[in-house]
């Protein structure tokens, strides 16, 4: 990057969490810490739910997936508006009712400390590993930017987050991610129309998605029901639905969020809003991906996009056998490009035959290039067996380094470490104030001053965060950081939502019956997902619903035995 990049890149961080620290400074109590006094308006709530869950693994990984995959993981998201409106009708009133800290109170009023722990203890392993994922999405570019070992910005990035969200609490948070989003929305149409201004002067964006479409890039809604498939319309629907409900009816980084509104009204709206929006945002960013896809048509792209990669295996014993490589990578693309170029002449002609002749061409000089790039990272493999051979991740970094003029790149940078600030500011807020209510003050501390429960806030807000850096070093090893992010939550929220259904819609059934019925569900999640019996999505609908034929079947036997004694 260049140092205008830097200044205002340092200018736009700096700003933003200096506002949210300065708007914290009057946090005195524990309510202020985690739940930023129960203030918010609705807008600032919706703000704050969107860029909890708009990481950087949003603005890194997604046009990555756009690019790879095309625009079908958007369906993934076709399940959020069905579960914002019960979340609106059910969990939302109940909550702000019984006045609680975290959505795992309830579970102990309606049914016992053992249930209450075990659905804490389960929202806090999957938090804790999400959220350290959530560190190495802005790791990967400072490590790309200054070309050094991504272990070291992990623990740079992981830091700076912990000291403002130590010092602020929820409020600094919340602050922050107001104007982060702000920023977000103005980068993103920046990016699209940079994108769509570096093509060919022959290639208007209408030409841009026909060549993405005849590419099969454009593959955004699937209407064939097949459990074993990632991303169509059901799963999306059925299966969106529980995992979007699971996370923002029951998920700690959530349900903190939206309690921070000063009534029932504010923390509706504010979730309605991200209802709305989510869907035309997220089809944005793979959008642009897929832009990103289109460019690349037209001109050169790296064989791989990862640089320390690439520069670990140039100075290898394998370094000449990558340079052929990259040659016949690079003659590829030319003789891709000739068919691009021809395909191009045919939309403009309007003749389906040319066209669908033109398709077939790119389509296989594609492949021809695909093989030479798996043929690239298999010597990578064979150099370094632990490499990391999956540069999804990476795409949209090395365009906007590489492609974008001075200025817009440091912006750009900002923007993605602000999505992944707030995420992560947000995880580590909600891990805290679990931990806090959920087990020290009802376990070990029962009776101190606030004081010293918004101290013992800060410093298990300290342990997390290291905790969660311990686990972003690991976070390589996940491939696509989206779908690992996703497929994490899928092994633990159905189970969790399922505890939460029983609670507000099965009466008769007690605590006892929905622990152990939670026990076996998970332990069945777990063996689907290692014995890979169905796609990610779909764990989370089995999950929640073994959680209720268990509790039922569970409750149905202690009942008998009581009535045979």
Same mark, same amino acid.
């Given at each position: 990057m260049s140092f205008i990049d830097w200044?205002?890149?340092?200018?736009?961080?700096?700003?933003?969490?200096?506002?949210?620290?300065?708007?914290s400074r009057h946090t005195k109590n524990i309510e202020g810490y985690l739940l930023a006094d129960r203030q918010l308006p609705w807008y600032h709530v919706g703000l704050s739910v969107m860029a909890t869950q708009a990481s950087a693994i949003t603005f890194l990984s997604a046009p990555g997936q756009g690019y790879t995959d095309g625009l079908r993981f958007v369906q993934f998201y076709f399940g959020l508006p069905l579960a914002m409106v019960v979340l609106c009708i059910t969990f939302i009133p109940i909550f702000h009712k019984l006045n609680v800290f975290t959505a795992y109170e309830f579970l102990e009023k309606r049914f016992d400390n053992k249930t209450r722990t075990l659905t804490a203890f389960l929202f806090l392993l999957q938090r +804790?590993?999400? &959220?350290?994922?959530? @560190?190495?999405?802005?790791?990967? @570019?400072? =490590? &790309?930017?200054? *070309?050094?070992?991504? /272990?070291?910005?992990?623990?740079? *990035?992981?830091l700076i987050v912990i000291a403002y969200t130590v010092y602020g609490g929820s409020k600094a948070v919340s602050y922050t991610q107001l104007f982060q989003m702000s920023v977000i929305f103005a980068g993103l149409f920046l990016a699209a129309y940079m994108v769509v201004h570096l093509l060919p002067d022959n290639v208007s964006f209408s030409d841009a998605l026909h060549i993405a479409g005849k590419m099969d890039k454009l593959n955004a809604i699937d209407t064939k029901f097949d459990v074993n498939n990632k991303y169509n319309i059901w799963s999306?629907?059925?299966?969106?639905?529980?995992?979007?409900? =699971?996370?923002?009816?029951t998920d700690q980084s959530q349900v903190g969020r939206y309690l921070t509104g000063k009534s029932i009204?504010?923390?509706?709206l504010g979730l309605v809003m991200n +209802?709305?929006?989510? @869907?035309p945002m997220q089809f944005f960013i793979l959008l642009i991906g897929v832009l990103v896809f289109t460019f690349y048509q037209f001109h050169q792209s790296p064989i791989f996009f990862n640089k320390v990669e690439v520069s670990s295996i140039q100075n290898s014993e394998y370094k000449e056998d990558f340079k052929a490589l990259e040659k016949a990578y690079v003659i590829a693309h030319d003789e891709k490009q000739i068919e691009v170029n021809k395909l191009v002449e045919a939309i403009h002609s309007d003749d389906e035959q040319t066209i669908n002749t033109a398709r077939t061409n790119v389509q296989a000089a594609d492949k021809k290039s695909n093989a030479i790039r798996k043929e690239a990272t298999a010597l990578m493999q064979k150099n370094n067996p632990k #490499?990391?051979?999956?540069?999804? /991740?990476?795409?949209?970094? /090395?365009?906007?380094?590489?492609?974008?003029?001075? +200025?817009?790149?440091?912006?750009?940078?900002?923007?993605?470490?602000? #999505?992944?600030? +707030?995420?992560?500011?947000?995880?580590? *807020?909600?891990l805290a104030s679990t931990t806090i209510i959920d087990f020290y003050k009802r376990l070990f501390k029962k009776e101190e001053t606030d004081k010293s429960y918004l101290s013992a806030s800060r410093w298990t807000t300290v342990i997390w965060g290291l905790f969660c850096i311990m686990v972003a070093f690991y976070a390589s090893r996940v491939g696509n950081l989206i779908e690992a992010v996703n497929i994490l939550g899928s092994l633990f929220y159905g189970t @969790?939502?399922?505890?939460?259904?029983?609670?507000?819609?099965?009466?008769?059934?007690?605590?006892?019956?929905?622990?152990?019925?939670?026990?076996? #569900?998970?332990?069945?999640?777990?063996?689907?997902?290692?014995?890979?019996?169905?796609?990610?999505?779909?764990? *989370?609908?089995?999950? !929640?619903?073994?959680?209720?034929?268990? =509790?039922? !079947?569970?409750?149905?036997?202690? /009942?008998?035995?009581?009535?045979?004694?």
């Open positions: 200044i205002i890149l340092s200018i736009t961080l700096l700003s933003i969490v200096g506002y949210g620290v300065w708007k +804790g590993l999400s &959220t350290g994922i959530t @560190i190495y999405a802005p790791a990967i @570019i400072l =490590s &790309t930017i200054l *070309n050094i070992d991504v /272990n070291y910005t992990i623990v740079l *990035n992981g999306g629907i059925i299966g969106g639905f529980f995992l979007q409900l =699971s996370y923002f009816g009204a504010q923390s509706r +209802g709305l929006v989510k @869907i #490499a990391d051979v999956n540069d999804t /991740n990476y795409i949209f970094l /090395n365009f906007i380094t590489t492609q974008l003029p001075i +200025g817009v790149v440091g912006l750009l940078i900002a923007i993605i470490f602000l #999505a992944s600030m +707030g995420s992560m500011a947000s995880g580590l *807020n909600s @969790i939502l399922g505890i939460f259904l029983v609670a507000f819609y099965m009466k008769r059934v007690s605590g006892t019956a929905v622990f152990y019925a939670a026990l076996i #569900a998970e332990a069945f999640i777990v063996y689907a997902w290692i014995t890979d019996l169905t796609a990610f999505l779909w764990l *989370n609908v089995i999950g !929640c619903l073994l959680v209720m034929a268990f =509790s039922y !079947c569970i409750q149905f036997i202690i /009942n008998k035995r009581i009535a045979t004694k």
